[in-house]
């Protein structure tokens, strides 16, 4: 007898390290399943989400993905922030013939042919941020990130870009994932002694907070010495006093000022649903849509069978909130719409530059260079 409804595992943390960001895509994520839902479900089949919260630890992810494929029957989940989390997921997900989703940017240099990667490869975004920042405020750089896989390879990515531009790595440091303020102080005795141009970020939960507070607290100027980051976002910013985080950058696919029409209907319903100082990100955007394009390819396998599904993606396009999107059908990674912003006074990202086409993911690139991306990335656009 078939099951009355389709289900699938969400996975995501409400506590730990990233939990401020992680809810921001249990929103996305839930959103996206009611629309389906109160639109008559699936083949009349409404989506059923199995939840739990794994507490930002990669080892209850893992532990959590297998209790979803064995004793809830579900075949497919969405989930993970950290890298270290999706990695943790992944064995199970493959042992057990499954099909996981993940909505987060990442360092790349991974495929499972088990996984869809809707997050941003960093060919769509840290070549562009680099770019940016060495043509608006110099070349001389510093690197911190949180100390564990993401931020390792994605510095490593940046160093090789920067190195080959003629720029330079003036140090590169790490705090834990469960930062304290004090794992910042020896950071900012390196910025008053090196004086960078520019501050290249990677950390993530609420070390991003201490950061910013330490910089601020030192008494440094974004006009001159801005923080570029990989991960700072609206969930971030949110929680910062006034003006904190004001003169930063953040690179991403998506901003909740993003102003398509799109967009706008996008932000306006998770407000609507979640309270209008809700935070809407990036990985939220990608947690909303990539269930909406399972239900597209649902629709269109007429089976939640994996492999069925799997073969259903490869090469869709989908209408996304921040542009339309396209799976790349040898990558499993999506093609994605690049662009920079800027935090202002009111914690608002102001958007000051975006990509004109849609960048083609490009996970296992080894040196980049411009001809990796998109030329038509390379025309900034002050907006």
Same mark, same amino acid.
């Given at each position: 007898?078939?099951?009355?409804?389709?289900?699938?595992?969400?996975?995501?943390?409400?506590?730990?390290?990233?939990?401020?960001?992680?809810?921001?895509?249990?929103?996305?994520?839930?959103?996206?399943?009611?629309?389906?839902?109160?639109?008559?479900?699936?083949?009349?089949?409404?989506?059923?989400?199995?939840?739990?919260?794994?507490?930002?630890?990669?080892?209850?992810?893992?532990?959590?993905?297998?209790?979803?494929?064995?004793?809830?029957?579900?075949?497919?989940?969405?989930?993970?922030?950290?890298?270290?989390?999706?990695?943790?997921?992944?064995?199970?997900?493959?042992?057990?013939?499954?099909?996981?989703?993940?909505?987060?940017?990442?360092?790349?240099?991974?495929?499972?042919?088990?996984?869809?990667?809707?997050?941003?490869?960093?060919?769509?975004?840290?070549?562009?941020?680099?770019?940016?920042?060495?043509?608006?405020?110099?070349?001389?750089?510093?690197?911190?990130?949180?100390?564990?896989?993401?931020?390792?390879?994605?510095?490593?990515?940046?160093?090789?870009?920067?190195?080959?531009?003629?720029?330079?790595?003036?140090?590169?440091?790490?705090?834990?994932?469960?930062?304290?303020?004090?794992?910042?102080?020896?950071?900012?005795?390196?910025?008053?002694?090196?004086?960078?141009?520019?501050?290249?970020?990677?950390?993530?939960?609420?070390?991003?907070?201490?950061?910013? *507070? =330490?910089?601020?607290? /030192? &008494?440094? @100027?974004?006009?001159?010495?801005? $923080?570029?980051?990989?991960?700072?976002? #609206?969930?971030?910013?949110?929680?910062?006093?006034?003006?904190?985080?004001?003169?930063?950058?953040?690179?991403?696919?998506?901003?909740?000022?993003?102003?398509?029409?799109?967009?706008?209907?996008?932000?306006?319903?998770?407000?609507?649903?979640?309270?209008?100082?809700?935070?809407?990100?990036?990985?939220?955007?990608?947690?909303?849509?990539?269930?909406?394009?399972?239900? *597209? =390819?649902?629709?269109? /396998? &007429?089976? @939640?069978?994996?492999?069925?599904? $799997?073969?259903?993606?490869?090469?869709? #396009?989908?209408?996304?909130?921040?542009?339309?999107?396209?799976?790349?059908?040898?990558?499993?990674?999506?093609?994605?719409?690049?662009?920079?912003?800027?935090?202002?006074?009111?914690?608002?990202?102001?958007?000051?530059?975006?990509?004109?086409?849609?960048?083609?993911?490009?996970?296992?690139?080894?040196?980049?260079?411009?001809?990796?991306?998109?030329?038509?990335?390379?025309?900034?656009?002050?907006?």
């Amino acid at each position: 007898m078939n099951n009355p409804d389709w289900r699938i595992g969400i996975l995501f943390s409400e506590t730990g390290a990233t939990a401020a960001i992680e809810q921001t895509m249990i929103n996305g994520s839930m959103l996206a399943i009611e629309e389906i839902n109160s639109a008559g479900g699936v083949l009349g089949r409404p989506l059923k989400a199995v939840a739990y919260d794994p507490q930002s630890q990669a080892k209850k992810y893992r532990e959590f993905a297998a209790r979803m494929l064995v004793e809830d029957q579900v075949k497919i989940i969405f989930g993970a922030y950290m890298s270290s989390c999706r990695k943790a997921v992944l064995p199970e997900i493959e042992a057990h013939r499954g099909l996981f989703f993940y909505p987060t940017f990442y360092e790349g240099f991974e495929f499972s042919p088990r996984c869809f990667y809707t997050g941003a490869a960093p060919n769509q975004g840290a070549l562009q941020l680099a770019s940016y920042m060495m043509e608006n405020f110099g070349s001389n750089f510093v690197l911190i990130g949180s100390n564990y896989v993401y931020p390792y390879e994605y510095n490593r990515v940046v160093t090789d870009f920067v190195v080959q531009s003629k720029g330079k790595i003036l140090d590169e440091l790490y705090v834990p994932v469960e930062a304290k303020p004090e794992d910042f102080t020896r950071f900012i005795q390196r910025l008053q002694k090196l004086k960078p141009d520019v501050i290249v970020s990677s950390v993530v939960g609420i070390g991003v907070n201490y950061l910013y *507070k =330490a910089y601020a607290e /030192a &008494g440094f @100027d974004p006009k001159t010495m801005p $923080i570029a980051a990989a991960a700072t976002s #609206e969930a971030d910013v949110v929680s910062m006093a006034p003006g904190t985080a004001a003169g930063h950058f953040t690179s991403t696919v998506f901003f909740e000022t993003l102003q398509t029409p799109a967009a706008r209907r996008f932000v306006a319903a998770y407000k609507a649903r979640f309270g209008a100082s809700a935070p809407v990100t990036a990985c939220a955007e990608a947690a909303y849509f990539e269930i909406l394009m399972y239900a *597209k =390819a649902l629709e269109i /396998a &007429g089976t @939640d069978n994996p492999d069925a599904i $799997i073969e259903t993606l490869k090469g869709m #396009e989908f209408e996304a909130p921040q542009g339309r999107i396209r799976i790349d059908p040898t990558t499993h990674h999506t093609e994605l719409w690049p662009r920079l912003g800027k935090i202002n006074m009111d914690h608002q990202f102001e958007i000051v530059w975006e990509s004109d086409a849609r960048v083609k993911p490009d996970p296992y690139f080894v040196a980049p260079t411009f001809d990796d991306w998109s030329k038509l990335a390379l025309q900034h656009r002050k907006m």
